[in-house]
């Protein structure tokens, strides 16, 4: 269920940014403990001139790999996110190549009557998950 | 007020898309009671391999019409929610042809003082709404 | 930290669209006190039959030059919000010819624990920041 919404810069190969999306929810997976189809991914790409990220003044030096993600979820625990921010950025880095100050993620939390994954119906309501 | 972002597969044409953000409207407009004027709607275009939509394990199969639909947006009630899940749902299998199956949404809450429909106000605040 | 996504129309040039993001910018510095760093700007430019921005009964009046911008942010007052709105539009009015009737705006709220700007680490909960 999380939603994963990725914004980035243009000129992304195709296998880089499935290695990245591939990584990421595996990580993701591991960390909410949900189903592995549980995937949500949608990826946004930018020109240089529409997508500026900085670094609230923590000298990090961000690169045209910079990967903004933003997450949409029931609520997560402090420590879960912190196992997420903390293993995505490992694994990116040492699998993808993507060093951890590229990275920046944020999150929204929302509720099970919030989701519905089709057929009309709250599945987490319904009992359905 | 309710903003209503959705990420399809590019390919649809610009007849059917003007049906389904429609036929939204309407179903939106009813469930939550709001003015047939309060429409925010804004369509974001994927490629296929910038759009990853799986089932949480439910056994539904999505095809190229896949809508993931995010709902910003005042509190509503849980039955409001879902009776646009299911009318939703309902609505866009009968009038456009879009599988109930193929239908993701999402809702993220906020409250009075988030919004601002223009002229620098807040319109919920100010007594105009 | 908060993070601002702008949806406009295609068709605007390099040079507005810049002045448009560094007046929002700085407007926002000022309303929220946080660091000049403490920029994340994503824009998404749609084609005008993906984007559809009415007014809720209100009696503005939509330019191709509408502005619909949804900020993540940590917790804010209603005050902090108001001024923000009434400055932006006053800001983009006067230095970047944008009617106020074009500007939409509206807040999503987090927590501390829900920002990670880079290295895996939630630097609202280190200390960092």
């Not at 993701?28 to 991914?41: E, H, I, L, N, T």
């Not at 694994?91 to 057929?119: K, M, Q």
Request: proline share 4%; aromatic share 8%.
């Amino acid at each position: 269920m999380p939603l994963l919404r990725f914004d980035l810069a243009e000129g992304w190969s195709d296998t880089d940014l499935k290695s990245m999306l591939d990584v990421t929810h595996e990580v993701m997976v591991a960390a909410f403990k949900v189903s592995p189809r549980d995937r949500y991914q949608i990826v946004h790409e930018h020109r240089p001139t529409r997508m500026i990220i900085e670094d609230t003044g923590l000298g990090m030096k961000r690169t045209n790999k910079v990967v903004m993600l933003q997450i949409t979820t029931r609520p997560r625990t402090k420590e879960a996110k912190q196992q997420f921010y903390a293993s995505l950025a490992g694994e990116l880095a040492s699998r993808c190549g993507i060093p951890s100050s590229d990275l920046a993620v944020n999150f929204v939390t929302n509720a099970d009557e919030d989701w519905s994954f089709g057929l009309g119906r709250a599945q987490f309501l319904t009992g359905e998950l």
